[in-house]
C-alpha cells in the first residue's frame, strides 16, 4: 500500500494539462452496453475506478483493447453473456449499478449488486429505481440484488426529487433504447451529463436538453457504435488551482472550459486570487494570502461538493474565519480530524464547518479517509512545515492519474513511498 510524502514550503507554479473526467468517463464507458458496435474513447483517465469500471464491462462479456497510458480504449458489447453484475464487483465502487439500466434496455433483463463506494454518505439509489420503474420495469430487491425485468421500456414522464448525477445519467442511457419519448425533469445539470448527452446523441439517440433542467429523449431500437472524447476533469484543475493559491503561487490548467469551474473561479476572486480566463484555460495567481470565504455546497452551476474538502484546507491558512456548508452529502467532513492534526482550528456542528485561519500549519503523518479528503490532506500538506505523510492514498489514486508527478512539476516537494510492513 502506498503513501505520499510532502515537505512544505514551496511555491507552486507552471502549468498542468489536465486528464479525463473520472466522473464523466465512467457512464460514457458504461454507454458502451447500448450498442454492438465497437466504441472508440479518447481521453480516458488511468484511474483504479477506470480500471474497474473496465473490468465491470468486461465480466459481462464486453471484448476491451487498449491501454490507459495512452488515453484511448475500445470497447465493444456485441457478446454480453450475462446480464448480472455480482456483489464482489459493485460493492467496490458505486458507478457500477450504472450498468443495471443499459442491460435492461437492450436485454429485457438485469440482476445488480446494491452498490458500495466511499463513505460519505448513503447515497441510496430509489431515484434510479423509481425512474426506471416509471419506464416499465419491474423491479425487486432479492438478497442484496436488484433484479429487473421488462420486455421493452417505454417513454414516460419522469421528475427525479432531487437532480442526482448518479439517477440522471441511467435515466439518459435507459430511455435511449426506450420505446416513445422520455422526459426527465428536475434533472442535474453538470458538465458530465452534457458529455453523456454528446455520446449519446453520436450513438444516434435524439436527445436535447443535457445541461439544462428538462431533458427530452427519443428512444431507438438500437444504437451505433463510434468515437468520443471524454471532457477534462474540472475537480482535478479545481484542485491544482487550489494548490496554486495556497502555496501563494500561480497555476496555469489546460484543457478545460472555464465555465466547467466558474463557481469556484468565482469564490477564489473573492478570497484574493488573481483568475485569467482562456478559451480552454485557467490560470490563478495568488495575490498574497487567501482571504476568510463562506461556501455552500450545490448542484451544478453552483459550488461543487467535490471540491469542499480542497477548499477547506486552503482556508486553513486563510487571514479571517470562513463558514463552509456542505448540503450534498452528510458525511463529508471526515477529513476535519486529520487537518486538526496539522495545527488547523476547525469546528463542525452538523452540515457546518468553522474553518478559523491560523498563521502555520506544521506536517504530520495523515490517513486519507476517502478520494476528495485525500486531495485535501495533499493540498495542506503543500504548506505545512516539515514533513506531511498521507497514507491510505489509494483513495487519492481512484480519482487523480499521476497526481504527486503533476505537483512535482509544479515545482512541489513530493514523492509516492511504499509503506512497510
Not at 464486453?62 to 457478446?79: F, M, N, P, R, S
Not at 435515466?171 to 453523456?196: D, F, H, K, W, Y
Not at 479517509?369 to 491510505?392: F, H, N, P, Q, Y
Request: hydrophobic share 40%; glycine share 10%; aromatic share 4%.
Amino acid at each position: 500500500m502506498d503513501k505520499i510524502k510532502i515537505v512544505g514550503g514551496n511555491r507552486l507554479q507552471g502549468s498542468v494539462i489536465l486528464s479525463g473526467s473520472k466522473n464523466a468517463a465512467l457512464p460514457i464507458l458504461v454507454s458502451s452496453l447500448l450498442t454492438a458496435e465497437e466504441c472508440t474513447y479518447e481521453r480516458v483517465p488511468n484511474l483504479q475506478d477506470i480500471e474497474f469500471i473496465l473490468r465491470v464491462l468486461g465480466e459481462l462479456g464486453a471484448e476491451i483493447d487498449g491501454e490507459l497510458d495512452d488515453g484511448t480504449v475500445k470497447v465493444k458489447c456485441e457478446e454480453i453473456d450475462q446480464v448480472e453484475a455480482p456483489y464482489d464487483l459493485v460493492r467496490k465502487m458505486r458507478a457500477s449499478v450504472l450498468v443495471l439500466g443499459p442491460l435492461l434496455a437492450r436485454f429485457g433483463e438485469a440482476k445488480v449488486s446494491l452498490p458500495g463506494g466511499c463513505a460519505i454518505g448513503a447515497r441510496p439509489i430509489n431515484f434510479h429505481l423509481e425512474g426506471l420503474k416509471a419506464l416499465g420495469a419491474q423491479i425487486e430487491l432479492q438478497e442484496g440484488y436488484v433484479i429487473a425485468k421488462c420486455k421493452r421500456l417505454k417513454g414516460n414522464r419522469v421528475t427525479f426529487p432531487f437532480p442526482s448525477v448518479g439517477a440522471t445519467e441511467h435515466l439518459m442511457m435507459a430511455a435511449s433504447l426506450a420505446q416513445g419519448e422520455t422526459v426527465l425533469e428536475n434533472c442535474a445539470r453538470e458538465p458530465e451529463i452534457v458529455n453523456l448527452g454528446e455520446t449519446l446523441n453520436k450513438m444516434g439517440v435524439k436527445l436535447e436538453g443535457a445541461g439544462e433542467e428538462t431533458i427530452r429523449i427519443q428512444g431507438r431500437d438500437s444504437l451505433n457504435g463510434g468515437r468520443f472524447r471524454i471532457m477534462a476533469d474540472r475537480i482535478e484543475a479545481g484542485t491544482y488551482l487550489t494548490a496554486g493559491f495556497i502555496t501563494q503561487g500561480k497555476v496555469k490548467v489546460e484543457g478545460l472550459e472555464p465555465i466547467h469551474l466558474e463557481a469556484v473561479l468565482k469564490v477564489f476572486e473573492k478570497a484574493g486570487a488573481r483568475i485569467s480566463r482562456g478559451k480552454e484555460s485557467i490560470e490563478l495567481e495568488a495575490q498574497g494570502l487567501a482571504r476568510g470565504t463562506p461556501i455552500t455546497t450545490e448542484p451544478f452551476p453552483g459550488f461543487p461538493t467535490d471540491m469542499q474538502a480542497q477548499f477547506m484546507a486552503l482556508m486553513c491558512v486563510a487571514q479571517g474565519e470562513s463558514e463552509i456548508t456542505e448540503t450534498i452529502f452528510e458525511n463529508r467532513f471526515m477529513h476535519v480530524s486529520e487537518l486538526t492534526r496539522l495545527g488547523a482550528d476547525v469546528s463542525t456542528k452538523g452540515n457546518v464547518a468553522v474553518v478559523r485561519g491560523v498563521h502555520t500549519l506544521n506536517g504530520a503523518p495523515l490517513m486519507a479517509t476517502d478520494l476528495r479528503a485525500s486531495a485535501s490532506l495533499i493540498v495542506a500538506g503543500l504548506v505545512a512545515k516539515g514533513e506531511t505523510v498521507v497514507s491510505r492514498v489509494y483513495h487519492l489514486d481512484r480519482g487523480y492519474e499521476r497526481l504527486e508527478e503533476k505537483l512535482s512539476a509544479l515545482g512541489a516537494n513530493i514523492e509516492r513511498l511504499k509503506e512497510t510492513t
